[in-house]
């Protein structure tokens, strides 16, 4: 089929799909949600009763098989796209950046995403679309009211930074109708979360989008910091749980007819080393560390970690002599247990995973190891986190939530295992649009 006739047969299909009966969708993501945090709650001695009750009311996936690497920003992306990183693009959340000269980037920017989204199929049949702080958002064109995820320096010009970002006066009306000033839902904690959610309840309310996503992240960053079904974590999932009952209520009370899935990215392992990868490259010629500069200064292989992973990138890609030495080297190295390597895969493996084309080789860590970035410190040394995620999506610790409850569902309860991929077309055929370049299916 020429690319003519296929852009006019994916148009044909959205318009036809835009022209069914359909419901309004609100997609929340909680950051770092293990499926078992909410299913076996009472057992874990989590305390989440709105979460349980929504639970109750629609159907949910015992476990969300995610990609590779089970982070945050390439998950969120097949959210929306139902389809593997190598598809779409988000191959990581940090930009490879070996010199350093990007100041620790992410994959901030919508333009980066090479597929349709269902931002992009809300749009062309006329929804309206609506998001806050959804990673890869900065720049969707097809979000007519967006508050992006993204920062810099962590400090009051971020606010100024995401205002300039965001859908003129959007920030400046949520805030009026709320009463909570902007600066308050930025950062990593719970009464964060709680803003950006009243925020939400507040733009459902007056804007009455087809198509809303939300992204709350402060659980991730306690099960990083204290490690998953730690005392501090539960805490903070049991603000979120309040949070997101009232906005699920709020929701409601605005669109009777909203369909609500609540959704994570991956799930967490306890974390006891790390793995400074980067050290054994630096030892072997492969890395050129200026340790007086603190950077580095040549290389030809370099580790790209990615949590509980590492992607191997090559100067050379085609240079077989070097591809060689590092193939070499990592065998060495997964050889010693100590070392917490579980195993290596070539693009060959990492194609069969959908991974990102980009790297030569990817490393994963055994469960309580994580990726390193120490240049000069031995190859296995304490963990500096208690919690981590990025491992290759197999290990049963990473998988994801999927929850969903709303009118006209024919399906309830357990869906068992589902994978990533299935949920943006699921979710497409309720908003009544076509997403042909998805390669799951629909669930229901």
Do not use: C
Not at 56 to 68: C, H, K
Not at 278 to 301: H, M, N, P
């Amino acid at each position: 089929m020429g690319m003519k006739k296929a852009f006019a047969l994916a148009a044909l299909l959205t318009a036809l799909a835009g022209s069914a009966a359909a419901n309004p969708v609100l997609m929340i993501s909680i950051d770092g949600l293990r499926p078992g945090d909410v299913i076996d709650a009472q057992k874990r001695g989590a305390k989440v009763p709105n979460l349980r009750t929504f639970m109750a009311e629609g159907a949910y996936a015992t476990g969300v098989r995610n990609v590779l690497p089970t982070v945050t920003y390439p998950d969120h992306t097949t959210l929306v796209t139902g389809v593997w990183p190598a598809q779409h693009g988000i191959t990581s959340n940090t930009v490879f950046d070996p010199l350093q000269t990007n100041m620790g980037g992410w994959y901030w920017y919508a333009s980066d995403i090479r597929v349709p989204t269902l931002w992009d199929a809300v749009h062309a049949t006329h929804g309206t679309v609506a998001s806050i702080s959804w990673p890869v958002s900065v720049g969707a064109a097809s979000i007519d009211y967006n508050i992006p995820e993204y920062w810099r320096a962590h400090n009051a010009d971020d606010v100024k930074l995401i205002t300039a970002l965001s859908t003129p006066n959007l920030l400046a009306d949520l805030s009026h109708s709320t009463g909570i000033a902007p600066a308050e839902i930025f950062g990593e904690n719970p009464e964060n979360d709680a803003a950006m959610a009243a925020y939400a309840g507040a733009l459902i309310a007056a804007k009455h989008p087809q198509f809303m996503t939300l992204h709350v992240s402060s659980l991730d960053h306690y099960e990083h910091l204290y490690g998953p079904g730690s005392k501090e974590a539960y805490d903070t999932l049991e603000k979120i749980d309040a949070a997101i009952g009232k906005l699920i209520l709020d929701a409601r009370k605005a669109e009777p007819d909203i369909v609500i899935a609540v959704v994570s990215d991956h799930g967490f392992a306890a974390i006891e080393h790390d793995v400074n990868l980067v050290s054994a490259f630096v030892a072997e010629g492969l890395v050129i560390y200026d340790a007086d500069k603190r950077k580095v200064a040549a290389w030809q292989a370099m580790p790209w970690n990615a949590g509980g992973s590492t992607a191997i990138m090559l100067a050379r890609p085609g240079d077989a002599a070097l591809k060689a030495k590092v193939s070499a080297l990592l065998k060495r190295l997964a050889s010693d247990p100590a070392n917490g390597i579980a195993q290596v895969i070539d693009r060959g493996g990492i194609a069969a995973m959908g991974g990102g084309p980009e790297p030569s080789f990817w490393v994963d860590y055994k469960l309580g190891y994580e990726g390193g970035s120490n240049f000069a410190g031995p190859l296995v040394a304490p963990g500096s986190l208690k919690g981590m995620h990025g491992f290759f999506p197999a290990h049963p610790e990473m998988r994801a939530t999927f929850m969903i409850a709303g009118p006209g569902l024919k399906k309830k309860g357990s869906l068992g295992e589902i994978d990533m991929r299935d949920i943006a077309p699921t979710l497409a055929k309720i908003l009544g649009v076509s997403l042909p370049s998805a390669t799951g299916k629909p669930l229901f």
